[in-house]
Nanobody, 123 residues
Framework: QVQLVESGGGLVQAGASLRLSCAAS????????MGWFRQPPGKPREFVAY????????YYTDSVKGRFTISRDNIKNTVYLQMNSLKPEDTAIYYC????????????????WGQGTQVTVSS
């Protein structure tokens, strides 16, 4: 089992920045990829970004490229999502997840999920 705890969400104005954190514990050695997803109100959960745990290579959905940065701290077993130039359409519950690098842009590619953290961007 892997436990994931997100933090860092909040209410901000458009154009502001937030940094989300996701602390992993438990059997983290089984993790090869960490991802961030989000679920806007009334919509399905969608992929945001992932990072491969060993190499640090990253991938983003088009709508956040150039604004969001995913990173990890291998010592702290923590993954981050730096979100800049936030827009109202970024409003969602943000979830981190851990998986084995099988279909990492799909929810089915992840085995463990955090409880989510709310990000609200006002216009």
């Amino acid at each position: 089992q892997v436990q994931l705890v997100e933090s860092g969400g909040g209410l901000v104005q458009a154009g502001a920045s937030l940094r989300l954190s996701c602390a992993a514990s438990g059997r983290t050695f089984s993790t090869t990829v960490m991802g961030w997803f989000r679920q806007p109100p009334g919509k399905p959960r969608e992929f945001v970004a992932y990072i491969r745990w060993s190499s640090g290579s990253t991938y983003y959905t088009d709508s956040v490229k150039g604004r969001f940065t995913i990173s990890r701290d291998n010592i702290k077993n923590t993954v981050y999502l730096q979100m800049n130039s936030l827009k109202p359409e970024d409003t969602a519950i943000y979830y981190c997840a851990s998986g084995r690098y099988i279909s990492p842009t799909y929810t089915e590619g992840y085995d463990y999920w955090g409880q989510g953290t709310q990000v609200t961007v006002s216009s």
